[in-house]
């Protein structure tokens, strides 16, 4: 059962296409298909206004098998009073999140339990929500927009709201390698504006184990593979990583994500102070303190889940 959700999930949106496709062979479905088209093109907001996210869906069995493949296991190491927004800043990207997606749009590690009061909103790209039925489920989850209005709509939402963003984003995944953890940080300071506009406490998030669950093929920087792969981010927005796992009868190639560990470790919060318009020099001391907290969480557990690392935690950018 915990290989069928985790090879449902890794095909998700080839599934959801290929439903809507039979869907659309049958004519007499034409119009509510088009009216339903029409509605997710150019009506439904919900990406960037909240979401609609479903307890049922959140809570699914589907999520506890999901989660024990790997296993995931989500550790608290600071209390976060529902008083306030907070931005989770989550480490590293891996291949695809596996990881933020158990920890943060489904209660499948306790996340309820472990921060009572806090409402979790996966971020993810907007082209994600153009894809008919994948958006409706992911939606569900309570997974929103990356964009910059739904964040703000997020935070705005009131004492305990929050958001989560992969900061690495694409770029970081194309250094995803086992045994390493190489992040793309030092120029992302957009959450960190966020944040200090809308006096939301920032909380770093590390997830050991996450770029262990596939292998990636050869691209180190100024190789034809890499100059590729950051060409195709550049015109499309997001990258292809060339990577493999195993597969659903043999443990030595495949799609499916290797039985890893990952243990996601939420940092102290990074007290902010509201300013509609932050200078550089704050952004900047902000960025110092969350690096530092991330910094103190690997140090702090990589002797514990990151035992076979190949070297130390680096920010290659």
């Known amino acids: ?133 994948y958006r409706d489920l992911i939606l569900s989850l309570g997974i929103c927009s990356v964009s910059k209005q739904s964040c703000s709509n997020i935070l705005k939402s009131g004492p305990g709201s929050s958001i989560t963003i992969v ?35 920032l909380v770093p998030v590390f997830s050991f184990g996450e770029n262990d669950i596939y292998q990636q093929m050869p691209n180190e920087r100024g190789t034809t593979v890499y100059k590729m792969q950051k060409k195709f981010q550049s015109v499309f927005g997001f990258t292809l990583p060339l990577f493999h796992g195993r597969g659903l009868l043999n443990y030595n190639l495949g799609l499916l994500p290797y039985r890893r560990r990952i243990v996601v470790v939420c940092g102290h919060p990074i007290p902010v102070q509201q300013c509609d318009k932050p200078d550089l020099a704050e952004v900047m001391r902000i960025q110092k303190l969350y690096i530092d907290e991330l910094t103190r969480i690997w140090d702090t557990y990589k002797d514990q889940f990151a035992k076979a690392r190949k070297r130390e935690l680096s920010i290659i950018d």
């Open 1 to 133: 059962m915990q290989m069928l959700a985790v090879a449902m999930w890794s095909v998700m949106i080839a599934l959801c296409v290929s439903a809507f496709l039979i869907l659309c062979s049958f004519p007499p479905l034409w119009p509510i298909l088009a009216v339903y088209y029409v509605w997710i093109r150019w009506i439904d907001q919900s990406p960037d206004h909240g979401g609609r996210s479903s307890e049922w869906a959140r809570t699914s069995r589907f999520w506890r098998y999901f989660a024990d493949y790997y296993p995931v296991s989500t550790m608290k190491t600071a209390d976060l009073p529902p008083d306030r927004p907070y931005i989770f800043g989550y480490h590293p990207h891996g291949i695809i999140g596996m990881g933020a997606l158990a920890t943060f749009a489904t209660e499948a590690t306790g996340f309820s339990k472990l921060f009572p009061g806090i409402t979790p909103h996966l971020l993810t790209l907007a082209s994600n929500f153009r894809i008919p039925l």
């Open 167 to 201: 900061v690495g984003g694409a770029a970081e995944s194309l250094s995803a390698r086992p045994g390493t953890a190489d992040l793309t940080l030092r120029r992302r300071l957009g959450f960190i504006k966020v944040a200090i506009q809308h006096g939301a406490d």
